[in-house]
């Protein structure tokens, strides 16, 4: 089997693409595939030169920008370490993903310049700084590094071992760095395409098929590329010959997606289950007829519930469009898909099976289809390294079962009667919302610090936008009222702003069972009453 390296990817099929065909498109800036190609060379030439050695790691902390797609090809072509950074965070969790990570190189969005300053002293380990923006005493400026010096393939040996990180918060408390190597990126990619057809299974086999087709097609990348449902399709995209396509507004909105679709007609759109979605048909519904979609033909979607209604909706104004939503984490790819067209629907949170994916029981039994019998999904090889500086949770997360090491990330499940699952939760209490996976401790503990806190959990409610709605559930000390407000605030103060409650109930209601261990149960139907819509 031939082994692959992204590095040696782009360097081949760039060489054969039209020089003129768009790689990264964002806003009225379109850069095509050769300039794209000499800046990222002069990129991981510059990387190179400010001390970087093979493996060391990269933090990226910007937006959705082409400069992060510029960086990211750099970094491969130059044998470096991907490290995604939620920009979303706190300078102190910013800081904590640098120092955990090791980074080397930071790449920062000049937006973040202040956050930066005040958290440079303490990064003790990076070497260098480059700013995507005007530079300054302490950083290079992005655009001078990728515009000189020599454009040519850097000509160096890579590996298929050579690794890029995923940082994830999830249900692994702290974020972790989920370590994956190239190659089996690429297999797991491969394997899933040769289910529909004949794919090239060597570089040279991928080059000559590049020149004979041409480009590949354009995709908009609708989530943070700092994520891995916007990463690794972003990667898809890049790695295709294609074009990525990012939305310049910081905050989601479906006219501007729709925009970009009617004037760049690309065939991918990744999105984020129904707050992105919901969104997108509500628009089509308003104004049918304004945008032309038809050049759609896939949809993708992961990491947060995409409802049947809304599928039908989009399906509605984009009919030959196949709508995949993929149950994944970033430690485990390939658990489960669900690909709705307009001939067959798919209930909610209802997938087929993976090829490489089981279901075991707590006792690391098989569950049988039609059992009723709940179960935790494993994916088997090819998986990730494991989690970088963390043995003891690569050690509960990848285990071996009958002579077969899985991935097991903690997503609970029932197998139907067919063979499909039906999703029930993602880890034992963590809250997706609109994509973002927040454990439940970490919130509690800052709700616990307020001088008011007697005790707190942190729960997720059914929420139409967002997923899954952060909510505490408080008890405070004798004589306090509950201002809820301010105890919002005091979370917002310590942690990122999705992390922060929408509400906060208190009353009279046990958040701990005899044991003294968390009653989520309880708080969570608890919450659920208070927050009720009143009676009409």
């Keep these: ?174 974020p972790k760095g989920v370590m994956w190597t190239h190659n089996d990126i690429r297999q797991i990619t491969l394997a899933a395409a040769r289910a529909l057809g004949p794919v090239p299974e060597t570089l040279d086999e991928l080059v000559a098929a590049t020149r004979q087709t041409g480009p590949g097609p354009a995709s908009v990348i609708a989530p943070p590329l700092m994520h891995g449902t916007g990463l690794l399709t972003a990667m898809g995209g890049l790695l295709g010959g294609g074009a990525v396509i990012t939305l310049p507004s910081l905050h989601f909105t479906a006219t501007e ?32 007829g304004r945008w032309d979609v038809s050049s759609v033909q896939r949809i993708t979607s992961s990491g947060v519930m995409w409802s049947l209604d809304v599928k039908r909706a989009l399906l509605r104004h984009i009919p030959g469009a196949a709508l995949a939503d993929a149950f994944s984490s970033s430690e485990a790819l390939g658990l489960g898909t669900s690909i709705m ?24 039994q098989q569950v049988l289809p039609g059992s009723g019998v709940r179960g935790m999904v494993a994916v088997g090889p090819p998986h990730p390294v494991g989690y970088y500086k963390d043995p003891e949770k690569t050690a509960r997360t990848f285990r071996v079962i009958d002579g077969v090491k899985y991935s097991i990330p903690g997503d609970w499940c029932v197998v139907e009667a067919d063979g499909t699952l039906t999703l029930l939760g993602r880890g034992n209490a963590c809250i997706n919302t609109a994509g973002e996976k927040v454990f439940p401790e970490e919130v509690e503990e800052v709700l616990k610090t307020h001088p008011d806190v007697q005790d707190a959990l942190v729960v997720g409610l059914p929420d139409p936008k967002w997923g899954q709605s952060v909510t505490g559930v408080v008890q405070l000390h004798p004589g306090k009222a509950l201002d809820e407000s301010a105890l919002i605030a005091h979370v917002r103060h310590t942690l990122a702003a999705y992390k922060s409650p929408k509400r906060i109930v208190t009353g009279e209601v046990n958040l701990r069972a005899p044991n003294g261990k968390a009653d989520y149960k309880s708080a969570t139907a608890f919450a659920a009453e208070r927050l009720a819509p009143a009676p009409a």
């Excluded at 679709?261 to 707050?275: F, M, S, Y």
């Design 257 to 288: 997606m729709l925009d970009a679709i009617d004037r760049w007609k690309p065939a991918n759109l990744t999105i984020v289950g129904d707050p992105f979605a919901r969104p997108l048909a509500e628009a089509l519904e308003r104004e049918p």
């Design 1 to 174: 089997m031939f082994a692959w390296n992204f590095g040696d990817i782009i360097d081949g099929i760039s060489a054969v693409l039209p020089p003129d065909a768009p790689a990264l498109i964002h806003g009225e800036r379109v850069i095509p595939w050769e300039e794209a190609t000499a800046r990222s060379n002069r990129l991981a030439r510059a990387l190179i030169a400010l001390g970087a050695a093979p493996g060391d790691k990269v933090a990226f902390y910007m937006h959705n920008r082409p400069e992060y797609t510029e960086t990211l090809a750099a970094c491969f072509k130059a044998r470096l370490v991907h490290v995604n950074v939620n920009y979303r965070y706190t300078p102190d969790e910013v800081h904590y993903i640098f120092d955990n990570s090791d980074a080397a190189i930071v790449v920062y969005g000049e937006e973040f310049r202040r956050n930066i300053e005040a958290i440079r002293p303490r990064l003790t380990k990076v070497r260098a700084f480059v700013e995507v923006g005007p530079g300054g005493d302490f950083a290079e400026p992005f655009e001078a590094l990728a515009t000189m010096g020599d454009p040519s393939p850097l000509g160096i040996e890579r590996s298929p071992d050579d690794l890029f990180f995923i940082y994830t918060g999830g249900t692994t408390g702290m």
């Design 341 to 364: 067209t307009a001939a067959g629907e798919i209930q909610t949170a209802k997938f087929a099976l993976g090829p490489r994916a089981r279901v075991f029981d707590e006792n690391d």
